[in-house]
């Protein structure tokens, strides 16, 4: 039955290979492992693409006894991904034009141990924010080694990995006479500039699959549940994980990135600080020194250009109780001196970030402002924050963004205020008015 | 929510100090992060900026990754030589052209072209140090998008080559007709095509000639306002920029000021109730 699969693809070969490795386990060629999904239920082979890459690689296996420095096969269409491979892979091991050295050296999550995997500031603080010019992809989840063969691109950060175990290459048997087994989520790991490989779920399935083999019942059982199973595999490959178990993850990242305390910084490289994107509701409040300057006026400081001007109501500090931030620090330094360019400029504290254990973060302005902060959808493509300085004439690329996250007022505070205000202006309005209805 | 303990506590510092310099960059085609493949930089090729400052737009020239196993060498000149002269017409000529050929021009970068994006909002940036937030507000977002438009130089010449028997079929191929050239044999078609429609269609079909054919007359103002303005940007001149990765001393100094200095506590002068207010049409 492993032959037909063989004899259907090879169509050309020179020689089908000889020890073909076993019986039905559809472990022996990755790629041409046939699932039986792939038998209709005579027996016959269902039409399935098979990619041709084991044969070929079979007549470049010999042509490549002597080390290859340049690509061999640049003929065949169909080898020139494995020429591709092995022509980087031959100008790695070379290493004669690259004068990148950090190339060499295994990366990707599993390389360094714990310290690698990058999903929380604490294990990741190594590493710096700036990926360096060759792979240090810092644990994507198709990153399984990326860079291992000193080939991929780097990839971007990502707060929230799903690591796919490295499982997946012990399920292959050693390959047969020198064939390499790519899988198709590997494939970014051939060359820079490999396409991306999408991810799967494949937690569950593993898990399954192992419980299975395990399991030494009769073949026709064992069929049955791989049939079964293959229909979950259908199904979580596809299916969107809206589980509950996403969201508890998210909420303990926001922990992470927040709770970041007492960590004694090792290095002081500074890159290493994570950078976070924060969307605040129009308008942002409007924040002056403590003392009083010259000209006391809110300025719009903070707002984006075409955003409005600020709404001072200075209202609060009788209704509300002052704003709660504990913090001890003294604020009676003297003014700040102001830069009188288009935007005053501002700076100081201005409240302060609260992380509870459920997850909840919450960010308390003065002023009795409280904000919730939640995550935002989490962009698949890069975002660098950079800073255009015209004087010098340089972009400065501070750093890619890690993590998104969206402030919003917290609802109970809110209504709590505006109930306040209401109550306030209609304190101060004549109650003679018989056009009034006085309402709750 | 009230016996939910607090973990920990981290002060919120704010600074403008980088205002109004301090951009979102977003490349949404991109997944990798931005750098010059390893077989390019071998050759000294580094990525490039420059920016039309009062248009607000930036172009970064990311250079390509030239091994012959990825990239096709031949077809490089061919589109090479399109943008040439591509940039020859739109005054974005890459001034310094160091790699002098001579003969060919190659296609060597990518070049990828920003839009200013509104913010929805007021965006900041936040980074963690020292168990502290540090925000600073972000002035522009921009998205960067690679521009093609030497392909549309390639196919004006090969629809010229192929002459006007073959217009229609290539007007319905190509992009739609640019308002600047002159109005091409398809109004025309288009009216002979549909005579017996109903007289509304008609009618719509001669107004659209008209705007297509009477550049000064009759353009509607909102068209001439974008016309004026594609030109008012095409004629502003680049300026180039110094792209500075991460690892720099300057690009040090930047981030640091991304840091708030100041210890002290500023006073709020808005409200929450601001939000609500704030929010237009409520």
């Known amino acids: ?440 | 929510m009230d016996d939910d303990e607090l973990i920990s506590v981290l002060p919120i510092h704010y600074s403008n100090s980088l205002s109004p310099n301090l951009h979102i960059h977003q490349f949404p085609l991109l997944s990798r992060p931005l750098q010059t493949p390893p077989a390019a930089a071998v050759s000294g090729k580094r990525i490039r900026a420059r920016i039309k400052p009062i248009t607000r737009r930036l172009e970064i020239h990311v250079p390509v990754d030239p091994r012959p196993e990825v990239w096709n060498g031949e077809r490089s000149k061919s589109l090479g030589a399109a943008r040439q002269e591509d940039d020859r017409e739109k005054n974005q000529d890459v001034g310094k052209m160091k790699q002098m050929e001579g003969e060919e021009p190659r296609l060597i970068e990518v070049r990828m072209r920003s839009e200013l994006i509104p913010q929805e909002g007021a965006y900041m940036l936040g980074v963690v140090r020292n168990g502290q937030l540090h925000l600073q507000p972000i002035n522009e977002t921009h998205q960067f998008r690679p521009t093609l438009t030497y392909l549309d130089v390639m196919s004006r010449k090969s629809r010229r080559s192929r002459g006007d028997a073959g217009s229609d079929e290539d007007s319905d191929e190509g992009p739609p007709p640019d308002p600047d050239e002159p109005p091409p044999v398809q109004t025309a078609a288009k009216k002979e095509k549909k005579p017996l429609e109903v007289k509304e269609v008609q009618v719509s079909a001669r107004k659209v000639a008209d705007d297509k054919g009477n550049l000064q007359g009759g353009l509607s103002a909102v068209r001439r306002e974008m016309l004026l303005a594609i030109r008012a940007e095409e004629e502003e001149d680049w300026q180039d920029l110094d792209f500075c990765d991460g690892e720099t001393v300057e690009g040090q100094e930047a981030f640091e000021a991304v840091f708030s200095q100041n210890e002290e506590h500023l006073e709020c002068k808005s409200d929450i109730t601001a939000f609500l207010k704030g929010i237009k049409g409520l």
């Open chain 1, 1 to 440: 039955m492993a032959d037909n699969t063989i004899s259907t693809s090879n169509a050309g070969a020179s020689s089908t290979p000889s020890g073909t490795p076993g019986p039905s386990v559809p472990k022996a060629i990755g790629s041409l492992a046939k699932k039986p999904s792939d038998v209709t239920r005579q027996g016959s082979q269902k039409l399935k693409f098979v990619p041709t890459l084991p044969s070929r690689r079979k007549k470049e296996e010999v042509k490549q006894e002597a080390p290859p420095p340049t690509i061999p096969n640049a003929s065949t269409d169909r080898g020139r991904g494995r020429g591709r491979g092995r022509g980087r892979g031959g100008e790695g091991r070379g290493a004669a034009p690259r004068p990148v050295p950090v190339e060499m050296t295994a990366s990707g999550p599993f390389a360094m141990g714990p310290a690698l995997a990058g999903t929380s500031a604490r294990r990741s603080a190594p590493r710096s924010n700036f990926t360096p010019i060759v792979p240090l992809g810092p644990g994507n989840a198709t990153a399984l080694g990326a860079g291992l063969s000193g080939a991929a691109a780097p990839l971007l950060k990502r707060e929230k990995e799903t690591v796919a175990p490295l499982i997946d290459e012990d399920d292959y048997s050693d390959p047969d006479e020198g064939v390499e087994i790519i899988d198709m989520e590997n494939v970014r790991q051939m060359d820079w500039m490999a396409p991306e490989s999408l991810r799967k779920e494949r937690k569950e399935k593993k898990k399954k699959i192992q419980v299975k083999i395990e399991d030494p019942s009769s073949p026709s059982s064992i069929k049955k549940k791989e049939d079964e199973m293959n229909i979950e595999e259908v199904d979580l490959a596809n299916a969107l994980d809206l589980s509950e178990s996403e969201e508890e993850e998210e909420l303990e990242d926001l922990i992470d990135d927040f709770a970041v305390q007492g960590e004694a910084d090792q290095d002081a490289d500074i890159r290493k600080e994570r950078l976070y994107f924060f969307q605040f509701p129009e308008p942002f409040p409007t924040f002056v020194p403590n003392v009083p300057l010259t000209s006391p006026t809110a300025m719009s400081v903070d707002e984006p250009p075409p955003g409005s001007h600020p709404r001072k109501v200075s209202f609060a500090a009788d209704v509300k109780p002052p704003g709660p931030s504990g913090d001890p620090a003294g604020a009676s330094t003297g003014p700040e001196a102001e830069q009188t360019k288009e935007l005053p400029k501002v700076d100081g504290v201005i409240g302060q970030l609260e992380v509870y254990r459920s997850g909840a973060v919450k960010m308390r302005l003065s002023n009795g402002i409280l904000m919730d902060v939640t995550g935002a959808t989490q962009p698949s493509f890069l975002q660098q924050a950079v800073h255009l300085d015209l004087q010098n004439k340089r972009l400065h690329i501070m750093g890619e963004v890690n993590k998104r996250f969206v402030v919003s007022p917290e609802i109970d505070t809110l209504l709590h205020a505006m109930e306040l205000r209401d109550q306030a202006e209609a304190n101060a309005m004549p109650i003679d008015d018989t056009n009034l209805i006085k309402m709750g």
